[in-house]
């Protein structure tokens, strides 16, 4: 019915995932660097940029970039030498200790023109892995059954090493370029912190400032085993963590009292936990789910052709909300309690609980009016809601008009047997969001098929990518950047 039910038929994407051609890098590329060589899926023979691709991916999983602490300083010098070998000056950019990113530029003209610049961006950190969950080394880049296991296959060494692939490939092919193309690495995208794309603007702005940008937040989706729609990311919410502090008497457990603050913190959640924002649907979100509507079923059409209406929608939004957690979470604000902290020792009643609640804004809505519900909700006076640092900041959508959407559009529908690309508003944060702060018209698209299942496991257990997939994510990412950057005679 919709994709958290649908039966995922992996070896049928496998088949339809053909490996594409690579016509401008055809002549003149070196042999595939033996020593990151991986083994080929048994389904598709990739060209030899994608080979070499499989090996860099494998080789950056291996380099731990878990963050915090990130340490993305041997990535980055990794991705540096590959350039390096290529001729390709690359920058390694400071911004923090054994933190760095790297940048590096293919020119079109003597003087550069920002305006029309294309940016490829990819993340060099991962978020951390439960070791002990994982069924093989997550830092191993072990290939099975088709998949490259690993920390990051997907998010975002993945499409690190695909970016590299398609830059690398302008390079060789000495394609004639119509705009400077960019390579951005950045780091500590996953604590958006200190470290991460913010710092990089203000120290290094003009060093790749660009009109536009291709980076992940869209993806490719698949349903019983053939692309289904192409999300491509224009837009995303905003993360703002809040503290709940539950404060009270501390004293001996032999006589509770209460004022304990575990108790009330524990009832404060449990009532946030059943908290649902109203629904506000933005100006793309309408748009996708115009687009999403013929391709579900009957039923699932019917109720979100009606969210809308009068009459029906409410329940319509409840019926919708209910199928997909995604649709929930791209239709209102949410809150999410995430970490619980109490208690100093089994027989003392502590002074104060906490617990983080993780908020993801829609574009354009306010904090406050969240902070209100929930107090109205919790109504507890020994209970204080408390905004955290680093909140993320809303930036305006990207365009839909633009000649770069469109051709993200037209070229990934195409790749994919016709499959509608949609606009995505993704409920995950990018570096993007700061990007379009500074005018630049960035764009999400994770190339690579993926299905629910692979998708699951990308801050969780096992990620791994289908090497059939990645393949086909490469040559996709390819042409959309060579028809877009590549000049025609
Ligand atoms: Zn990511």
């Given at each position: 019915m919709n994709w958290n039910r649908a039966v995922q038929v992996i070896a049928g994407v496998a088949v339809l995932l053909l490996a594409g051609s690579f016509p401008a890098a055809a002549q003149g590329i070196p042999q595939p660097t033996p020593a990151s060589a991986v083994s080929a899926a048994p389904q598709s023979d990739p060209p030899p940029i994608t080979r070499e691709a499989r090996g860099w991916l494998a080789d950056l999983i291996k380099i731990n970039t878990s963050n915090p602490p990130g340490n993305e300083n041997l990535a980055a010098m990794y991705v540096s030498g590959v350039l390096q070998k290529e001729g390709i000056k690359a920058e390694i950019l400071d911004v923090g200790p054994e933190r760095s990113a790297v940048v590096a530029r293919l020119r079109s003209s003597v003087v550069p023109d920002p305006a029309k610049a294309l940016l490829l961006v990819a993340h060099l950190d991962v978020v951390p892995v439960d070791k002990a969950r994982w069924t093989v080394d997550p830092f191993g880049a072990v290939v099975k059954d088709g998949y490259m296991y690993g920390r990051g296959a997907i998010d975002d060494k993945g499409m690190l090493a695909a970016n590299l692939?398609?830059?690398?490939?302008?390079?060789?092919?000495?394609?004639?370029?119509?705009?400077?193309?960019?390579?951005?690495?950045?780091?500590?995208?996953?604590?958006?912190?200190?470290?991460?794309?913010?710092?990089?603007?203000?120290?290094?702005?003009?060093?790749?400032?660009?009109?536009?940008?291709?980076?992940?937040?869209?993806?490719?989706?698949?349903?019983?085993?053939?692309?289904?729609?192409?999300?491509?990311?224009?837009?995303?919410k905003v993360a703002v963590n809040v503290a709940v502090i539950a404060r009270g008497t501390s004293g001996h457990a032999s006589q509770p009292t209460k004022d304990n603050p575990v108790v009330h913190l524990a009832a404060a959640v449990a009532k946030i936990g059943a908290y649902s924002a109203p629904v506000h649907l933005t100006a793309i979100v309408r748009r996708y789910f115009e687009g999403v509507a013929p391709l579900e079923d009957d039923e699932i059409a019917k109720w979100i052709r009606s969210m809308d209406t009068p009459d029906r929608g409410e329940h319509a939004q409840r019926v919708i909300s209910e199928a997909s957690p995604l649709w929930n979470s791209m239709m209102r604000d949410t809150v999410a309690p995430t970490i619980l902290s109490a208690g100093v020792a089994s027989n003392v009643i502590p002074a104060e609980a906490r617990a983080n609640?993780?908020?993801?804004?829609?574009?354009?809505?306010?904090?406050?009016?969240?902070?209100?519900?929930?107090?109205?909700?919790?109504?507890?006076?020994?209970?204080?809601?408390?905004?955290?640092?680093?909140?993320?900041?809303?930036?305006?959508?990207?365009?839909?008009?633009?000649?770069?959407?469109?051709?993200?559009?037209?070229?990934?529908?195409?790749?994919?047997?016709?499959?509608?690309?949609?606009?995505?508003?993704?409920?995950?944060?990018?570096?993007?969001?700061q990007l379009r702060l500074h005018s630049v018209q960035a764009y999400g698209l994770v190339p690579f098929p993926l299905t629910d299942e692979d998708l699951r496991r990308m801050h969780g257990d096992d990620e791994r990518i289908p090497l059939a997939s990645f393949d086909k994510g490469v040559d996709v990412l390819n042409k959309i950047v060579t028809e877009f950057a590549v000049a025609r005679y």
């Open positions: 692939a398609v830059f690398i490939n302008l390079k060789r092919s000495n394609a004639h370029l119509n705009r400077d193309v960019i390579f951005l690495a950045t780091a500590d995208e996953e604590q958006s912190a200190d470290a991460s794309v913010r710092t990089l603007i203000a120290k290094y702005w003009d060093k790749f400032a660009a009109g536009f940008a291709i980076n992940e937040g869209g993806n490719v989706f698949t349903k019983s085993g053939k692309v289904q729609y192409i999300g491509v990311q224009a837009s995303e609640l993780n908020v993801r804004l829609l574009p354009g809505d306010s904090i406050n009016t969240i902070l209100g519900d929930l107090n109205k909700l919790v109504n507890d006076p020994a209970v204080t809601l408390q905004v955290q640092p680093n909140a993320g900041l809303a930036a305006p959508p990207s365009s839909l008009e633009s000649d770069f959407y469109n051709l993200i559009c037209r070229v990934a529908s195409r790749e994919f047997a016709g499959a509608p690309a949609l606009p995505f508003q993704s409920t995950w944060l990018t570096d993007s969001a």
